[in-house]
């Protein structure tokens, strides 16, 4: 579905992501992980338009879109969360939602924006009544009003942002699961950034590192996280915690 060969971004004279290549299959949930500053964000914003990348090819269903505007790229069926929510506090809930149905299926229909909201926040579990307020909402509310409104553009594929930073642990596992749900029921691919590894190795398919910009391992969760480069690099003292869950990802995997 995503093919990605030779991305290379630089600010200036600095290479915040250094000749990165990887795939990415229809159905498929990856992790992307790396230490704060590794590039996944970078990764991000060229995938989804934000700005070009300085050399490499994104092939999304067989067609380039490296160096598309984010509207061109939200039309084609990629979406994706911000780290930080920044909803418009003037409008409702669902006004929010069904805005984002509006611009990204790139229909302009008022209907089939209203119907891709109420989809997308039931699926979340927001309420669809018209004037909720988004004032009400607390920090898993506002994650999944993100979520909600990334799932109202239609995507084929979701490019989920650190989607769990400031929730508890049993919101991180509501989260985590909600992402499956997405993939399981709506068939949506998903590439997750997160820093909470632990809940990302139980719910991904494969994880990619990324280290200073660069991919230095690539894998199952089960291998990566044995990974002695990935080790050193970026698990260090987290690293017994995030093997014991990728056992129990193993374990729910083959009973
Ligand atoms: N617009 C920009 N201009 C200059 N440098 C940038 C810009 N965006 C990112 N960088 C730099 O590129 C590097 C990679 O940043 P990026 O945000 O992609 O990392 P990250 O892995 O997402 O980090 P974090 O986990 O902290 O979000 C960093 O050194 C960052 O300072």
Known sequence: ??????????????????????????????GLIGPNGSGKSTIFNMLSGTFPPSAGSIKFDGTEIAGLPPHKIINRGIGRTFQIPRPFRRLSIFENVALAGFY?????????????????????????????????LGAAGLKKLELAKAIAT?????????????????????AADMLRKIRDE????????????????????????LDHGEKISEGLPSVVSSDPRVVEVYLGTDADATQAAAAESRRSRDP
Do not use: C
């Open 186 to 209: 709506l068939g949506v691919t998903i590439i997750w950034v997160e820093h909470i590894m632990g809940v990302l190795m139980r719910v991904v398919d494969r994880v990619m590192v």
């Open 154 to 174: 239609g995507p084929k594929l979701l490019l989920a942002d650190e989607s769990l930073g400031g929730l508890d642990e049993a919101e991180m596992d509501q």
């Open 1 to 30: 579905m995503l093919a990605v060969n030779g991305l290379v971004k630089r600010f200036g004279g600095f290479t915040a992501v250094n000749n990165v290549s990887f795939e990415v299959e229809k159905g498929e949930i990856l």
């Open 104 to 136: 990204g299926q790139g229909s302009h229909s008022r209907i089939q924006a209203y119907e891709a909201a109420e989809k997308a926040l039931a699926m979340v579990g927001l309420p669809t009544d018209r004037d909720a307020s988004v004032d009400g």
